[in-house]
């Protein structure tokens, strides 16, 4: 059964760090698209980042880029997010997702097959 599993989410201050983990399972392949994706209350579900699991491309929305630091651990099969400098507009429910076959530019949701059930972050100033 194919899974993936966020973590690593909580509570922080503006100005503080997080950093977010997927791990996936069940997957027969270890070739990929991976990204996370978040969504606050009230807003559209956005595109944060994105790694090509064997070429290592990444790719940043402009919100966070200088911040955010997507990364995996083809080992443990693992993807994470390594968020710092806070901001209380970073605050959603963080989505871990994974695709295989391309078509669609890597802020589409519809590049990705399987979602994560999220993991929530929030930021107080």
């Known amino acids: 059964q194919v899974q993936l599993v966020e973590s690593g989410g909580g509570s922080v201050q503006a100005g503080g760090s997080l950093r977010l983990s997927c791990e996936a399972s069940g997957f027969t392949s270890s070739s990929g698209y991976m990204a996370w994706f978040r969504q606050a209350p009230g807003k559209e579900r956005e595109a944060v980042a994105y790694i090509y699991t064997r070429g290592g491309s990444r790719y940043y929305a402009d919100s966070v880029k200088g911040r955010f630091t997507i990364s995996q651990d083809n080992a443990k099969n693992k993807l994470y997010l390594q968020m710092t400098s806070l901001k209380p507009e970073d605050t959603g429910m963080y989505y871990c997702?994974?695709?295989?076959?391309?078509?669609?530019?890597?802020?589409?949701?519809?590049?990705?097959?399987?979602w994560g059930q999220g993991t929530e972050v929030t930021v107080s100033s």
């Open positions: 997702a994974r695709g295989t076959s391309g078509g669609y530019k890597w802020s589409d949701g519809r590049q990705y097959n399987y």
